[in-house]
């Protein structure tokens, strides 16, 4: 039979429910009011999937770590520099870098700073944390006398992002349906399962908890466009898991209640 699909969430329903509202082929969608409804043949197992993906709740997208590299094309006098900020480490015969570490509202931001001019930040939880602590960072090596001729570049190397499915997952049955090419999974060494994805190019690691941990991104647009990919991906690794969708059930422990003191054996 031919099916009426939401090409906004995903809602479906059989073509006589709403014949009446929609003479010239366009339906309105009662689940999130979408003025273009179309018709779609796709079969049972596509439309499944499509009913899955709506079951499969990602939520709280989270930006743990962003690490970026800023160089100022110029020679760093790292003993003048920790003389002269308070707040840094420097050990040349530990680590050849020097550590800065400062607080930008709910970010703990490490700076390594190297002689070369380079810079790794690392710790912000958003871009404009990392602009203002090589700013900051900037105007303390001018304050110490070392002129800095250019505006820094900033890199964004890597982005740390979080989520979680508000369910359980089996990781075996999704191991195996991902396919073993893309899929890492050795529970007596590592209780996460690794998957690699090309396009973008990320890492996700999945814990049987339901959480999720994107590592590899460069761009705020690849973490969206990643979570979207395993999103789907999941979906239908996990098209036969009927718990897929249920959120956990906290389990109420009984606490042992005192004896009364009629019932306790008298010495």
């Not at 607080?103 to 404009?128: L, N, P, Q, W, Y």
């Not at 190397?157 to 075996?172: C, G, R, V």
């Not at 396009?199 to 941990?213: A, D, E, M």
Request: aromatic share 8%.
């Amino acid at each position: 039979m031919t099916k009426w699909i939401c090409n906004e969430c995903g809602f479906r329903a059989n073509e006589t429910v709403f014949r009446e509202q929609a003479p010239f082929g366009q339906l309105k969608c009662p689940e999130c009011g979408n003025q273009f409804m179309s018709r779609s043949h796709l079969d049972e197992r596509q439309l499944g999937i499509i009913d899955r993906m709506k079951r499969v709740v990602i939520s709280n997208i989270k930006i743990n770590n962003i690490v970026a590299l800023v160089s100022f094309e110029r020679h760093f006098d790292l003993t003048r520099i920790a003389h002269d900020i308070r707040g840094t480490g420097y050990d040349p015969e530990i680590f050849p870098g020097l550590n800065y570490r400062i607080k930008i509202k709910k970010s703990r931001i490490c700076m390594i700073i190297f002689e070369s001019g380079k810079v790794i930040c690392t710790g912000a939880k958003s871009f404009k944390d990392v602009e203002t602590a090589i700013g900051k960072v900037a105007k303390q090596i001018e304050a110490s006398g070392i002129r800095i001729k250019i505006e820094p570049k900033i890199e964004v190397q890597n982005i740390f992002a979080s989520s979680n499915l508000e369910t359980e997952i089996n990781l075996n049955s999704i191991a195996i349906s991902l396919g073993r090419g893309q899929v890492e999974y050795k529970p007596d060494q590592f209780p996460g399962l690794v998957y690699r994805i090309d396009s973008p190019k990320v890492t996700f690691t999945l814990f049987g908890s339901g959480k999720l941990v994107c590592t590899g991104a460069q761009k705020l647009e690849d973490v969206n466009t990643a979570f979207d990919s395993i999103k789907e991906r999941l979906a239908i690794a996990l098209s036969c898991d009927p718990s897929v969708g249920k959120k956990k059930q906290k389990i109420k422990k009984n606490k042992i209640k005192a004896l009364p003191s009629r019932l306790k054996k008298k010495r």
